[in-house]
């Protein structure tokens, strides 16, 4: 089930935009003990002895969210396959928590994994480095992906948005 959906927060799907999570001058905290579904993708994916962590992004923001997904998670053997990887889309069911780490605030705490498309992250062009460019023309299905176009986009998107507005508002079609 996805978060609060007084929040204008709920996408298609039942799916939680991380913007609106992690949104809030507390860092998303006010969300603590809900529960939500989220789809992006994975930017990395870490697999300790207890527990793997998950990056995952869908675009609504420069960060992704981080996930932390324990050996008794419903898909949790997509991780120990190897089909979670960098580039891999994924939708994810769980409880937000307070991090106990530093850079995030909060953390999505698994209780269902399931994998929509797979990536072969060895193959993957996009990893978590800064990528000028002329890189980025070169694989232009997946520019939209990088924080640097995501936050083109989200720029444009705005002033597009003002633009019309402010025309609406004077009689403009």
Known sequence: M???RSLGAS?????TAIKSIKGGSDGGKEN???????????????????????EVNDGSTLSGLQVV?????????LIDDGQVATGASV??????????GGR??????????QLLGACDASTYPLQKKKHTLEFLRTIAHLRPRTNTMGAVMRVRSALAFATH?????????
């Open 2 to 4: 996805a978060g609060d």
């Open 11 to 15: 996408l298609p799907g039942g799916r």
């Open 32 to 54: 603590v003990g809900k529960e939500y579904t989220i789809r992006g993708w994975v930017r990395t994916a870490r697999k300790q002895k207890a527990f793997s962590f998950i």
């Open 69 to 77: 997904v324990n050996p008794d998670c419903e898909g949790y053997s």
């Open 91 to 100: 939708a994810v069911v769980g409880e937000l928590t307070e991090s106990p």
């Open 104 to 113: 995030q605030k909060v953390e999505l705490k698994a209780s269902k994994l």
């Open 165 to 173: 507005l402010f025309f609406r508002q004077r009689g403009f079609q």
